[in-house]
């Protein structure tokens, strides 16, 4: 038996050093070219009124991200499983009161279940919609995202399935609120 797994090893480093002498096709030139011939062609006639962003789990926090920074020139989006601005910056800590739960704890436990709901035996709370309205009113006041009130006439869907293990119901009925 040992005798097959090591053929079996062998054969298959074998392949993936040859895999890898053969894969050119991600190869950069040293020095790198300083323009390329081929260039986006131009839109000719965009209808300005109809951008919109969308976006499925991360892509749609993303998306929702960028149709409030944008909200100028995004009309509309499509957010499936996603969640409120600035999300992860106003979940509390679940052990200390006074400074909210680190980004990446409040990301992939709060606004997401992606390692799980709880921190160290503790669920955190989830996202509140005050918050990340307070959120986009300071970034506006500071003048990095554009107008909140251009959001007022646009159309938005936003979808989260029953049996979603990744985005908690509370995150997308968040970002309901936010709207």
Same mark, same amino acid.
């Given at each position: 038996?040992?005798?097959?797994?090591?053929?079996?090893?062998?054969?298959?480093?074998?392949?993936?050093?040859?895999?890898?002498?053969?894969?050119?096709?991600?190869? +950069?030139?040293?020095?790198?070219?300083?323009?390329?011939?081929?260039?986006?062609?131009? =839109?000719?006639?965009?209808?300005?009124?109809?951008?919109?962003?969308?976006?499925?789990?991360?892509? %749609? /926090?993303?998306?929702?991200? /960028?149709?409030?920074?944008?909200?100028?020139?995004?009309?509309?989006?499509?957010?499936?499983?996603?969640?409120?601005?600035?999300? =992860?910056? %106003?979940?509390?800590?679940? /052990?200390?009161?006074?400074?909210?739960?680190?980004? =990446?704890?409040?990301?992939?436990?709060?606004?997401?279940?992606? =390692?799980?709901?709880?921190? /160290?035996?503790?669920?955190?709370?989830?996202?509140?919609?005050?918050?990340?309205?307070?959120? +986009?009113?300071?970034?506006?006041?500071? %003048?990095?995202?554009?107008?909140?009130?251009?959001?007022?006439?646009?159309?938005?869907?936003?979808?989260? %399935?029953?049996?979603?293990?990744?985005?908690?119901?509370?995150?997308?009925?968040?970002?309901?609120?936010?709207?």
């Amino acid at each position: 038996m040992m005798r097959v797994v090591s053929t079996t090893t062998s054969v298959a480093l074998a392949l993936l050093l040859l895999a890898t002498a053969l894969a050119h096709h991600d190869d +950069i030139p040293d020095p790198p070219p300083q323009s390329t011939p081929n260039r986006l062609a131009p =839109v000719a006639k965009i209808d300005r009124t109809a951008i919109t962003v969308s976006g499925l789990s991360s892509g %749609g /926090f993303f998306a929702h991200q /960028f149709h409030i920074a944008y909200s100028k020139l995004v009309n509309g989006s499509g957010i499936i499983a996603g969640g409120p601005f600035a999300c =992860v910056e %106003g979940i509390p800590n679940p /052990f200390f009161v006074f400074w909210p739960l680190d980004r =990446v704890s409040a990301a992939t436990i709060a606004c997401t279940n992606y =390692v799980g709901s709880r921190y /160290f035996w503790l669920r955190p709370s989830a996202p509140k919609a005050e918050i990340s309205v307070r959120f +986009i009113k300071e970034a506006w006041q500071r %003048g990095v995202i554009d107008d909140p009130a251009n959001l007022a006439d646009d159309r938005v869907w936003l979808f989260h %399935g029953e049996q979603d293990r990744i985005v908690p119901e509370q995150v997308a009925r968040t970002l309901e609120q936010v709207y």
